[in-house]
């Protein structure tokens, strides 16, 4: 055996785990669950092939499709933005050159490492309407208490601003990504004789657009799938206004067991998900910065 | 790879050099910080005092800050309250958690090493199918996985949610195991392979000892991964024996009266374990983040 097909195999050999893993519990299933979203099949019987009729029923007759289409959408745009800018000027906070930095640095990170059911049990406490801290605080300064997650109103804004108390895994990857910018490009900026202002515009934001645009992809596809918030805070409510795509997805596989239409309401969300994400690396020639064009 | 230095220059080691005309800026940069500090870590805080409360001192309008006396009992009441199995269901979280950390870091050193160090048709391909998964909705794979788990006769052990952590350990901990290796000097494995030595000694002998902070990093991930994990223990166990600490949490929630104070214990106490590793592998985890940025 000459040592290319000694290398092969060996090769091989050490890459099995991931292989048969992709192969197992990504490619694999990944096809099952598209001949799936063909069929009928309550899980204890065999799937019996129906052809088109989960999409059909899942865009024409089921009303609360489009409205969990509309909750995860809306979101899904506000959220990762708002995440995206939140983390962003908190990083550009610490990348200041005061004394104490690490202290808020770890603070800022700290809702990071709170597990997420921890974190949702105390938010779903904290946005409590009639005990609740921040109702609380609201009142003492002389508001009107707000509803949070009693009215479908303000239900999913209330998720939204929920959502920003963990942007400090974000704001850790702008820190690093602020720290890479050579102090050369800022040095020869301020010799131009360019304010801080403009040093922001033309400097750090352009250098930044590659860590703002890995964000925004894992961002929104992480959104996307959120599910947890709905599922223990809201179940969906008040009337359907945290109806996230993956919770309606949850209660037709599992409470219903109708495994051939979550399967079709998954693939929907992979095909929306792989547009969404192709449009943004699409865009990305018109606003991320790579240094290396300019070499 | 990113080194450490490159990563943490100016993160850790502090440049400040105040100049009397900055003061005015600098004022304002620290009253920024100080309301952002309190807004990130007042509820934390408030999770604390909550949990010292009584079962009526939650119900009144406007909270009191401080508990009146600070009921420590909330906690081992809490951990024994009712049908409740907390010690069981720590136990369960511990064994799952080992078991995912044993085959992440089994299967991603090896995988690892397959893509960092021998060179073979198909290994790039094979190497961006594993990066491209880290970005598919796992949404997709869940139904199969469960009607296959159901099959297996899987559902309700602890299987399904560690015999996966055996084939591959993740997409991203490959990665990591696969950027370090490539950045051990390539002289050391020639040298043994010339004397003889297989592949999976020099893995062993040389590439192991040397690996201790990507295997660190790998498993710190891995443990805050697992513990944290509510949807998988949600969708494939179903007796409550078999339940996991996330899982335990929302017992809680289903009580004719919530128990806020004892639910904001055990919600602390899910806590802890997380806050002690931050502090102990704070430079792992950072890293650990910011890796996850870097490759894109």
């Known amino acids: ?295 | 790879m990113v080194s450490d230095q490159e990563v943490y220059r100016g993160i850790l080691d502090l440049d400040w050099r105040r100049r009397p005309k900055d003061s005015y800026r600098i004022l304002f940069i620290y009253l920024t910080l100080i309301v952002s500090a309190v807004v990130f870590l007042l509820p934390l805080l408030w999770m604390v005092t909550t949990s010292l409360k009584t079962q009526a001192e939650v119900y009144v309008f406007p909270p009191t800050f401080f508990p009146e006396t600070f009921r420590w009992q909330n906690f081992p009441e809490g951990w024994t309250y009712e049908s409740m199995q907390w010690t069981r269901w720590l136990v369960n979280t511990l064994t799952i958690t080992t078991a995912v950390m044993v085959g992440t870091l089994i299967s991603a050193t090896l995988c690892g090493y397959g893509f960092a160090r021998i060179s073979f048709p198909g290994r790039d391909v094979w190497f961006i199918m594993v990066l491209a998964s880290i970005m598919l909705p796992s949404t997709v794979t869940l139904i199969p996985l469960f009607v296959g788990f159901h099959r297996a006769g899987w559902l309700d052990t602890f299987l399904p949610l560690t015999v996966p952590a055996f084939f591959g350990g993740g997409a991203f901990n490959i990665f990591l195991m696969r950027q370090f290796f490539k950045g051990i000097p390539i002289e050391l494995e020639e040298a043994a392979l010339i004397d003889g030595a297989g592949r999976l000694r020099i893995l062993w002998q040389i590439f192991v000892p040397l690996s201790g902070p990507v295997i660190a990093t790998t498993s710190v991930f891995t443990f805050q991964a697992v513990w944290n994990d509510y949807f998988g223990p949600l969708i494939f166990l179903t007796s409550q024996e078999n339940y996991t600490l996330a899982l335990g949490i929302t017992f809680f929630k289903g009580l004719y009266n919530t128990q806020i104070p004892y639910m904001m214990a055990m919600s602390f106490l899910m806590v802890i374990p997380m806050i002690i590793v931050f502090f102990f592998a704070q430079r792992l985890m950072i890293r650990g983040v910011i890796l996850s940025g870097i490759k894109a």
């Open chain 1, 1 to 295: 055996m000459n040592s290319r097909m000694r290398n092969t195999v060996q090769g091989y050999l050490f890459i099995s785990p991931v292989v048969l893993g992709l192969l197992i519990f990504t490619i694999g299933p990944m096809l099952t669950s598209f001949y799936m979203s063909f069929t009928k099949f309550p899980l204890l019987r065999a799937p019996e092939w129906i052809g088109l009729r989960n999409y059909i029923v899942m865009f024409t007759s089921d009303r609360n499709f489009w409205q969990a289409c509309k909750v995860t959408l809306i979101y899904a745009g506000t959220s990762v933005p708002l995440g995206l800018i939140g983390a962003f000027v908190l990083a550009i906070l610490l990348n200041q050159r005061v004394k104490g930095i690490a202290f808020f640095r770890t603070s800022f990170y700290m809702p990071a490492i709170v597990p997420a059911i921890a974190s949702l049990i105390l938010w779903g406490w904290l946005m409590n309407r009639d005990y609740g801290l921040i109702n609380a605080i609201l009142v003492r300064l002389g508001f009107a208490k707000f509803p949070f997650f009693a009215e479908p109103e303000t239900a999913l804004a209330s998720m939204v601003m929920m959502s920003l108390w963990g942007v400090g895994a974000g704001m850790i990857i702008y820190l690093a990504g602020l720290q890479g910018i050579p102090e050369s490009l800022y040095e020869a900026g301020k010799l131009d004789g360019a304010n801080e202002l403009q040093l922001f515009r033309n400097i750090t934001v352009p250098m930044m657009t590659p860590t703002i645009f890995f964000n925004l992809v894992m961002g929104m596809i992480a959104a996307s799938q959120t599910f947890m918030n709905a599922f223990v805070l809201t179940s969906g409510g008040p009337l359907k206004s945290t109806y996230f795509y993956n919770l309606m997805l949850y209660e037709r596989a599992f409470n219903w067991t109708q495994m051939g239409m979550a399967s079709a309401m998954a693939w929907f969300l992979l095909f929306v998900v792989l547009v969404l994400t192709l449009l943004v690396f699409r865009s990305s020639a018109l606003w991320v910065f790579y240094e290396a064009e300019v070499k």
